[in-house]
């Protein structure tokens, strides 16, 4: 299964594309909002970290964009922000992401909700059962 990491913290990139690597994942990141975008139109992933204050747009315009594109619209998002306006995190909770996390994000709760997402996405239909990528 893939997973898009979108931040522009690129320790923090670093920590969760090597913290997904050993569960199995295969990572691909991009540090600014056009890079993510781009990176689900061309390769659309199975779940998507999503950074809201980025370089190159912002995650909340990606998040529209996702929210608004059919090919798209049904791959889940975990938005983890630092972002403390209210108005703000309310315009994110109205694109209903399937998860919010704060920064500094514990890594047992994005675990969790990774977890969550993907049992629950698989139940749906939505991804394969049984992937040939990774086995071995």
Do not use: C, Y
């Not at 694109?95 to 709760?109: E, I, M, S, Y």
């Amino acid at each position: 299964m893939r997973i898009l990491v979108a931040d522009d913290d690129v320790v923090l990139t670093r920590l969760l594309q090597q913290r997904l690597h050993d569960r199995g994942f295969e990572v691909q990141i991009a540090h600014d909002a056009l890079q993510a975008w781009q990176t689900v139109r061309r390769e659309p992933p199975d779940l998507i970290l999503l950074d809201i204050k980025m370089p190159g747009g912002t995650g909340l315009a990606v998040l529209r964009r996702l929210k608004n594109n059919q090919a798209v619209r049904g791959v889940p998002v975990i938005v983890i922000t630092a972002a403390e306006e209210q108005s703000l995190l309310q315009q994110i909770l109205a694109l209903q992401p399937h998860a919010l996390l704060r920064k500094p994000v514990k890594l047992t709760d994005l675990d969790f909700e990774i977890s969550r997402l993907l049992a629950k996405r698989e139940l749906a239909g939505s991804a394969p059962q049984n992937s040939p990528k990774g086995s071995g």
